[in-house]
């Protein structure tokens, strides 16, 4: 036997303490709920729900209003960690439990006796509000009902509720809703209201044009439709803005379960059952991040986009769907909340109903703009003569004719693969477009220039960037202004 063998029988030991999510999911009732248990409560965010940074990592029950609620140990277990922030979670705790799960209860108003004079001895020791402790295992136990703590308001809270995490032992995040607690009650299917087509690239179109188009939908029981026809040609990617109902409530909560079919074939399919933190910033990437930052509409997208790390996703490929026929092709997405309750939307598009061209909507002054690697560009022609227009990128001069029009518009199309336009000329007025380089994903790299220089980390971009800077001069008050790219 050689030397080191004993070695990874030992590590064998410590891995088989970490039980596979979806078998902790078989506990059913180890867990008390930790606001009124046993009586009917109703939550204000569901865990995977979209924010604005990251996906929602527990519950949030509400707590009428008000404050000072009695907030109860969910299982046998000990103190690990006490922590109060200003912002965050403010006053938050984290109970481990025997079967190597954790709870963690946050923004609270106060702890229990106990733990609170604990937590001041600590901070006059430390000389600081803030602290992070973890107290010795054992050091304090709890049973499972005891009273731990007063619901609150703490930290970024805008109002009074606990938010409730349970966690298995390496930290990562799971749906306390998949244990079943009958407080929380779901008769409710998932709403899907409006579907997103999006073209991926310059030679894609939808109902002609290139972009992204919005429809709705109507609602017949749990069955959804699109109102009108849409044509689509080349790559496209379809989104949803969709939620889920519970009974008695009219908040929107997230979207766990959703599964997308082309031509009965599945293409994509997310089940949010488990993520870690480390995943969690993929949701500027799972969901249409331009999009969200314009309208606070928080999509689904139905296709992994270039960057997506997350291990949601069933399903071979990107999901981006690619139509070169005019024949007519059938789309199934259904939903499903962790309760069951199912709903699903049907369209085919291609088919027999033209699809109407929409003006596309531009921001007051924008005349150009940058959509993953295509630069789109229009012109206002009115009742005169439509032109074709100039761009001048790697030092030569092309001519540009219109890619569509639509309402006296004439819209452009340039790929940025082939190259950073410097200018373009609109039959005699001439706008500089900015670009100064391709930064690429993945990698270091540095951007250097006369007045300033850019650092990228290996994970600051999730793809290929074609990064616009440039320099303004507020005469009021004497100042440079040093701008690059968006928001
Ligand atoms: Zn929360």
């Known amino acids: 036997m050689s030397g080191k063998f004993p070695w990874l029988l030992v590590v064998g030991v410590f891995i088989s303490f970490t039980i596979p999510s979806d078998d902790i999911y078989d506990q059913k009732g180890y867990y008390l709920f930790p606001i009124r248990p046993g009586e009917i409560n109703y939550l204000s965010g569901s865990m995977g729900e979209l924010r604005s940074t990251h996906f929602h990592s527990g519950i949030d ?49 106060e702890y229990s006796k106990e733990v609170a004079d604990y937590v001041k001895a600590q901070q006059y020791r430390k000389k600081s509000y803030v602290v992070d402790l973890f107290p010795k295992k054992g050091a304090f136990t709890f049973n499972k009902g005891d009273i731990i703590a007063a619901s609150g308001n703490t930290g970024s809270s805008s109002a009074p509720h606990l938010h409730f995490e349970i966690r298995d032992g390496n930290h990562r995040i799971l749906d306390p809703l998949r244990f079943d607690f009958p407080e929380i009650r779901d008769t409710r299917e998932p709403e899907l209201r409006t579907i997103a087509f999006k073209t991926m690239d310059a030679d894609s179109r939808v109902n002609g044009q290139f972009g992204r188009i919005v429809f709705s939908t109507s609602r017949e029981g749990n069955l959804f439709k699109l109102n009108e026809g849409v044509n689509l040609s080349g790559r496209i990617g379809v989104e949803i803005y969709a939620f889920d109902r519970q009974n008695d409530t009219n908040n929107r909560y997230g979207l766990p379960c959703v599964e997308f079919y082309h031509n009965d074939s599945l293409i994509y399919s997310h089940h949010i059952k488990v993520f870690s933190f480390r995943d969690t910033r993929n949701l500027l990437v799972h969901t249409n991040y331009p999009h969200m930052a314009n309208t606070r509409r928080r999509f689904h997208k139905l296709y992994i986009d270039d960057g997506n790390e997350l291990p949601f996703y069933e399903g071979e490929g990107n999901a981006i769907i690619d139509i070169n026929d005019t024949l007519s092709h059938h789309f199934d997405i259904k939903l499903w909340d962790v309760k069951g309750n199912f709903s699903q939307a049907n369209f085919v598009v291609n088919n027999s109903i033209p699809g109407e061209s929409k003006s596309p909507v531009w921001k007051r002054k924008e005349h150009y703009r940058v959509t993953d690697n295509t630069l789109e560009l229009y012109t206002d022609y009115g009742d005169g003569e439509l032109n074709h227009i100039t761009v001048y990128a790697n030092r030569f001069s092309y001519e540009l004719e219109p890619a569509y029009k639509i309402d006296n518009k004439a819209y452009y199309l340039w790929d940025l693969r082939d190259g950073l336009p410097d200018s373009v000329d609109y039959c005699g007025s001439i706008e500089d477009l900015h670009f100064k380089s391709t930064i690429p994903s993945l990698t270091d790299f540095s951007y250097f220039s006369d007045k300033m220089d850019l650092e990228f980390g290996k994970r600051t971009l999730f793809d290929t960037l074609y990064l616009q800077t440039w320099m303004d001069f507020d005469s009021t008050s004497n100042r440079e202004i040093f701008n690059f790219h968006d928001q």
């Open 61 to 109: 029950i509400k707590t009428g209003g008000v404050q000072g609620y009695n907030v109860y140990a969910a299982a046998d277990g000990f103190l690990n960690r006490v922590k109060v922030s200003t912002g965050g979670y403010g006053k938050a705790i984290y109970i481990q439990h025997p079967n190597n799960t954790f709870t963690v209860y946050a923004h609270l108003r």
